[in-house]
């Protein structure tokens, strides 16, 4: 196996300011975090580093180009009017509705927490009260191909089904008299999602501080909890 050697462009972007100390690493105070990557480049230090390696993926994947067209495609980016009428429930059958309707619209797994203001990012405000957090399970026959290109594809294509699973999900939302905005990936949000996903139950919190998380559907053989 050849070592890894980065490309000499890349590291020429390099910032003088790391990603541990962005993130923290060493601080005792609790405080919101900064954004570091997949936030508008022109407002974060690794942000030359980002342009860079995603024009090289889009040369070098071109089935990533143009996500909106590809890969099933993202969704409109237009939103549903908010109705006018509200429709009322109690909590529990929110949560339900809400449940069946966004697994019935591509995701995999839902979760909902009310939104701590400690997981918005600088810089952001969010005002509304509620969050819900999708999981979308990846190929993994795919993704071990990393990194050769159809490794790339299934992350990208997975970015697009969530990203239509939220916008319609939040269309929905609005036909019932309620204000909800859709957020998909690549690129960030307002609020950092672990947290969130660790509230709503989605898995723990492993060592790298990252989810970990198991398969939605228990593989032959595994006793289902």
């Not at 890894?4 to 790391?18: G, R």
Request: aromatic fraction near 6%; hydrophobic fraction near 40%.
């Amino acid at each position: 196996m050849a070592s890894f050697q980065p490309s000499s462009d890349q590291q020429a972007l390099v910032p003088d300011i790391s990603g541990n100390t962005i993130n923290g690493l060493g601080e005792t105070q609790l405080r919101r975090p900064t954004p570091i990557y997949w936030h508008r480049p022109n407002q974060i230090p690794h942000g030359k580093l980002q342009v860079w390696m995603l024009e090289r993926t889009k040369r070098l994947v071109p089935e990533v180009d143009h996500l909106n067209d590809q890969l099933g495609g993202r969704g409109s980016k237009e939103r549903t009017p908010i109705a006018e009428t509200i429709v009322e429930q109690t909590a529990q059958q929110w949560v339900e509705v809400v449940k069946d309707f966004a697994l019935s619209h591509e995701a995999d797994l839902v979760g909902i927490t009310r939104l701590d203001p400690a997981w918005v990012f600088e810089g952001f405000e969010v005002e509304q009260p509620w969050m819900i957090v999708l999981g979308l399970a990846m190929d993994h026959t795919e993704l071990v191909k990393a990194p050769e290109p159809p490794s790339i594809i299934e992350v990208m294509t997975q970015y697009n089904r969530g990203t239509r699973a939220a916008r319609a999900l939040a269309d929905w939302i609005r036909e019932q008299g309620y204000e909800a905005i859709p957020h998909g990936g690549p690129s960030a949000g307002p609020v950092t999602l672990i947290p969130a996903a660790l509230a709503c139950g989605f898995g723990e919190l492993g060592n790298m501080a990252r989810l970990s998380t198991g398969p939605t559907v228990p593989p032959s053989g595994w006793p289902a909890s």
